[in-house]
């Protein structure tokens, strides 16, 4: 959110960015700001929404980075990739990590809260829209909100002060490649 003074000046409360769309790269820029951020010497914090509890390449580099924290926060995939768990308890999941997302945004203590995979999380309606537009409308002063996924829904899209949609042009890993993927 900026605030314009009669055209003097400008000066950000808060951002909210948004990254979406079908291209890969959604975390991976979000992670970018991340770095931004701690060069800067501010804290920041990601939950992950859907991803699971298997480790990535940015859990192993940043588990020696004192200022980020990555919360695994889902069960895994919905419905995919030999995902057996109740849609109960991927719902349970992703209403605890929006509690947990609220409470650490407002607790101010993160300069950058990530809320990754967030959009897919409202897609697959295991979190309402209605109920993270209600956590992005009480983000403080000085907490910069990032959400990613795919298929944001437009009110995301709309609030954003930064909104990127990432475009697959082309895509010929299969199986994911590590390093690169995760």
Known sequence: MVLS????????????????????????ASIGQTIRA?????KALMIQF????????????????????????GKGFVGIL??????????????????????????KKNDLVILDEINV???????????????LKRIPYGVDVILTGRN?????I????IATEMKEIKYKFNPAKQGIEY
């Open 82 to 107: 030999g995902d057996r768990l109740p849609l109960a308890s991927h719902k349970k999941a992703a209403k605890d990590a929006l509690k947990l997302a609220d409470k650490k945004i407002l607790s």
């Open 50 to 73: 859907i991803k699971g509890p298997w480790k990535s390449g940015e859990d192993y580099f940043f588990q020696k980075t004192k200022n980020f924290q990555i919360i695994k926060a």
């Open 152 to 156: 944001a829904p437009k009110t995301f």
């Open 158 to 161: 709309d609030l954003a002060d």
């Open 5 to 28: 003074f009669a055209g003097l000046f400008c000066f950000t409360i808060y951002m909210i960015i948004l990254y979406t769309g079908n291209g890969k790269g959604k975390t991976t």
């Open 121 to 135: 999380a409202v897609g697959l309606k295991l979190i309402s829209e209605k109920d993270v537009l209600k956590v």
């Open 38 to 42: 701690l060069g800067e010497g501010k």
